[in-house]
């Protein structure tokens, strides 16, 4: 009898061993704002290795993440732009995280090096149409934008006053998509959050002011918009989720967000 239960608790350590036996795997899920990539990426990866808690991060665009956690799909939404009125209004909390300059991007080979915001709200909304009216190249100026929901247009119309008035050649999904599109093609313009813009394509000052950590803390650089952690107002988040929360508005975590790129709100 000793010996079947020896060989029985043995079969049950190793059952345990391979399928977590006594331990539940935690997680958290966030999901939204493209532009967020690389500071969420950065803040999830000391998380993980601090707590031993993974955390998921679904790249659906703003729109899509704040009606994520609205249907309950996820622990916290991620969103480059404030929740608008009505969205506050069906319960849902916005905590701005970092605030983070929307850089406008031209490609390398283009002579321009500085714009008004006069002058690029007359580019998008197609009053002047060619690189030549503005000390460029004799060429018609390729608008480059986000789709529609996105953070990163909401924020650029909204400052450029363009809403609804935008001529875009060609509206992509992701922040990485404008980039290449405009690294790709000479007469392009596009803007991307400065977070993830890569030396394939060169920023422009916006009334002489070149975007950086310092210009957006001061407010110098006007193009900028806030980084926010959505959430469900009357909702408790998971032990897990709320941990996380807390420790990305956490001023231990400001060293990781300015490494990321923008401005921690803290």
Do not use: H
Not at 17 to 28: H, L
Not at 129 to 150: F, M, P, Q, T, Y
Not at 189 to 218: H, N
């Amino acid at each position: 009898m000793k010996k079947i239960i020896s060989l029985l608790t043995v079969a049950v350590l190793l059952v345990c061993a391979f399928t977590g036996c006594g331990s539940k795997k935690e997680s958290v899920s966030t999901d939204g704002s493209t532009s967020m990539d690389k500071v969420i990426g950065a803040l999830s990866e000391a998380f993980e290795t601090n707590e031993g808690i993974t955390v998921t991060y679904n790249a659906t665009g703003s729109g899509a993440g704040i009606q994520a956690v609205e249907e309950g799909r996820c622990d916290i939404g991620l969103a480059s732009r404030n929740l608008k009125d009505e969205e506050i209004a069906n319960g849902l909390e916005g905590t701005v995280l970092a605030y983070d300059g929307i850089a406008i991007i031209v490609n390398p080979n283009n002579p321009i090096n500085d714009l008004d915001i006069e002058t690029i709200t007359k580019i998008y909304t197609g009053e002047i149409k060619s690189w030549k009216e503005v000390g460029g190249n004799d060429a018609e100026i390729v608008l480059i934008g986000r789709e529609a929901g996105s953070g990163t247009r909401d924020g650029f119309e909204s400052i450029t006053d363009t809403e609804d008035k935008c001529k875009y050649r060609q509206e992509l999904t992701s922040t990485g998509d404008v980039i290449t599109t405009v690294a790709s093609n000479p007469d392009a313009i596009g803007y991307a959050s400065i977070a993830s813009v890569k030396d394939t394509v060169k920023v422009i000052s916006v009334d002489g002011v070149k975007p950086d950590e310092t210009t957006i803390k001061d407010g110098s650089y006007v193009v900028q918009r806030p980084f926010v952690l959505v959430t469900k107002k009357d909702a408790k988040l998971s032990e897990s989720a709320q941990m996380f929360f807390d420790y990305v508005t956490s001023e231990e975590a400001n060293e990781i967000i300015s490494g990321a790129g923008v401005v921690p709100a803290n």
